[in-house]
């Protein structure tokens, strides 16, 4: 069955610094990746996809490549803001089995001014 | 405009009692879900609908039975409430079944608490 796992949390930084979640997974069609993000209080949104090998995701100064030789698509800020204060998950979605999502278990993200 | 709407955003019942989370999406889209989310955040899938049909049955007790009166709408109905529901539940809709590539679209959430 298909899996995703990412980067334990919490994560706690301070404004500017340089982000990196990480998430692999394992699947067994070709899925479509994504990110989404859950602000405190809020339903998760889609923060960025990738739908096949080697293509780049971005929004909102975030980025993640689909790479399929190492299963992964980490997620990648260059400088943080504390607005970016939140749950991320990783998802990846592909055909098999009614095209169910599985979401990794989210990682948080506190920014300190 | 919301996209995805829930109702009630909260809800505080007594062990035993039966109620309803109703959730509507005006995005025209035909799949809809239902999440829950635990106090750890972990998200997991429970139902899916596809233009009224169900679609996905995740091993869920069977107190809870979702029911799609059209494709805009996906309703929970929770029998008999233990302390263990109390979470968050989430709806979502995406554009097509089955489709790999679509984005889903979550309401703000619904949270019970259950007393």
């Known amino acids: 069955g298909n899996s995703v796992t990412q980067m334990e949390g919490p994560v706690t930084l301070s404004e500017e610094a340089f982000l990196t979640i990480n998430c692999t997974y394992t699947?067994?069609?070709?899925?479509?990746l994504f990110w989404y993000v859950q602000y405190p209080g809020e339903g998760l949104q889609l923060l960025l996809k990738?739908?096949?090998?080697?293509d780049k995701g971005s929004n909102k100064g975030f980025e993640a490549t689909y790479r399929k030789e190492t299963t992964s698509f980490h997620l990648e800020k260059g400088s943080v803001q504390v607005s970016d204060s939140a749950v991320y998950f990783c998802?990846?979605?592909?055909?098999?089995?009614?095209?169910?999502?599985?979401f990794g278990d989210g990682t948080t993200l506190t920014v300190k001014p | 405009d919301t996209a995805v709407s829930q109702t009630p955003k909260y809800l505080v019942t007594q062990m035993g009692n039966d109620k309803s989370i109703k959730c509507e999406q005006n995005?025209?889209?035909?799949?809809m879900y239902w999440y829950k989310q635990d106090s750890k955040k972990f998200l997991k899938i429970m139902f899916s609908?596809?233009?009224?049909?169900?679609?996905i049955n995740e091993t869920v007790p069977n107190r809870f039975s979702p029911k799609s009166p059209d494709k805009a709408h996906l309703n929970l109905h929770i029998n008999s409430l233990e302390l263990g529901d109390s979470a968050v539940y989430f709806c979502?809709?995406?554009?097509?079944?089955?489709?790999?590539?679509?984005?889903?679209?979550f309401g703000p959430g619904t949270r019970l608490t259950v007393l």
């Open positions: 979502a809709s995406s554009r097509r079944r089955g489709a790999g590539t679509d984005t889903q679209y």
């Open positions: 699947a067994t069609g070709y899925p479509s």
């Open positions: 990738a739908t096949k090998a080697d």
């Open positions: 998802a990846l979605s592909d055909l098999t089995n009614a095209g169910k999502s599985t």
């Open positions: 995005l025209g889209h035909d799949t």
């Open positions: 609908y596809n233009n009224k049909e169900l679609i």
